[in-house]
């Protein structure tokens, strides 16, 4: 019997899991279910993005998909400047740009403007498409659901909102200088398994084997509270920490410090671990302040506009990061963004590229093949990848 309510409750969990996660994903299904397990996962994920559709068939209308030499490279999102698309996507790939919307007309675009903080790329299309609206947008919150839409009106993404914006560069970022216990503490708090020395942590007087209960006068529960707490602050701000030592209540403030570098896996091993779960765009960290999703897309989808369950424009995807993992600026900081003076040099560097690949003698044709090879070697290199992990 405990076997029997064990194995439903692991169904029910890939059922709520099969929510946050592509379309494409969902009605490929999980390989390691039976045959009617299956059935009813299916079933449940087609009723939800049922519901969702006539928000997606609503929302569309502001999709476009990129193209560039012929292969379809990303999304786009129709603002009134213009539709900003994902800028790595584009630059090694040729200069003959198009776009697709919901109307399906195909309409030639050139790059008026880069925004590298968050690896947009501005096109001029010659207009025609409806724009999303930036100044009405409405904030999220956490764990409220998100859905991405492209230009064939239906959901291709659905998700929630797994931490709220913040900053994911390492300047940024506030370092307490602790490392936390994963287990659960009687009475609620969570434990400290060491402070660094010279921390800010350590400067206020924090030890091992203290527990921090509250921040700010918020209760704390556990490590994934704390942790997403603290991404939310940045290096010089000031904290309350309350926390239990030796059955003693103690209040100390916290000038939290700036997080020190840190050795990181190479590019190439971190590609590899991120695409066990599917394609990755190559330019998926460092944005100044993103939303995180936990829905399933591609790293095609990058460019997509997002909107909540009211069908409010929500942002626009940056980024797929890993399987559980895409960035999204909010309408706000895109407002900000198209505010400001897009860089000109990399597009123009993008053009001198291409320039300098002809000189060398590569024909375009020949440019297209190494790029089909490209593709060919990085989907070679992911199927190697998942042989070796199993």
């Not at 790595?88 to 030639?108: N, Y």
């Not at 919150?141 to 064939?152: E, K, N, S, Y």
């Not at 424009?313 to 963004?337: C, E, H, M, N, W």
């Not at 002809?358 to 190697?384: C, F, M, N, T, Y």
Request: aromatic content about 6%.
């Amino acid at each position: 019997m405990k076997h029997v309510i064990f194995y439903l409750c692991v169904l029910s969990a890939l059922i709520a899991t099969s929510f946050s996660q592509s379309r494409e994903l969902s009605r490929r299904g999980l390989p390691f279910l039976r045959a009617a397990d299956q059935q009813i996962l299916q079933q449940q994920s087609d009723g939800f993005f049922k519901a969702i559709d006539p928000i997606a068939d609503m929302a569309g209308v502001h999709a476009v998909n990129v193209f560039s030499s012929g292969k379809m490279v990303a999304r786009g999102t129709v603002t009134a400047e213009g539709i900003l698309t994902k800028w790595s996507e584009l630059v090694s790939r040729g200069d003959s740009i198009w776009v697709v919307g919901h109307d399906g007309v195909k309409r030639h675009s050139f790059v008026k403007g880069v925004y590298l903080e968050y690896d947009l790329a501005l096109l001029d299309y010659g207009g025609g498409l409806p724009a999303v609206e930036l100044k009405q947008a409405n904030t999220v919150a956490l764990g409220d659901f998100l859905i991405a839409v492209g230009p064939a009106r239906e959901a291709h993404g659905l998700g929630v909102v797994s931490v709220t914006a913040r900053s994911l560069r390492e300047s940024d970022k506030a370092f307490l200088g602790v490392r936390m216990d994963f287990n659960p503490i009687k009475g609620g708090g969570v434990r400290l398994e060491s402070v660094e020395k010279g921390s800010a942590a350590a400067r206020a007087g924090l030890v091992a084997g203290d527990v921090v209960t509250q921040v700010n006068g918020k209760k704390v529960d556990g490590l994934h509270e704390m942790g997403n707490f603290l991404q939310s602050l940045k290096p010089g701000d000031q904290i309350v920490l309350h926390f239990r030592r030796d059955k003693r209540e103690f209040s100390v403030d916290v000038i939290l410090g700036a997080r020190p570098e840190v050795k990181q896996f190479s590019p190439q091993r971190m590609k590899q671990m991120k695409r066990m779960g599917g394609t990755i765009n190559d330019v998926a960290e460092g944005f100044p302040d993103v939303l995180q999703s936990d829905m399933q897309i591609e790293a095609i989808d990058a460019g997509s506009p997002v909107f909540d369950l009211d069908g409010n424009f929500a942002g626009l995807v940056v980024a797929k990061a890993s399987r559980i993992k895409a960035y999204i600026i909010t309408p706000d900081k895109l407002s900000l963004q198209l505010e400001t003076k897009p860089d000109m040099t990399a597009s123009l560097e993008k053009q001198t590229r291409l320039i300098d690949q002809r000189r060398e003698g590569i024909s375009p044709a020949e440019a297209k093949e190494l790029r089909q090879l490209r593709d060919i070697i990085e989907r070679a290199e992911r199927r190697i990848f998942e042989i070796e992990s199993k």
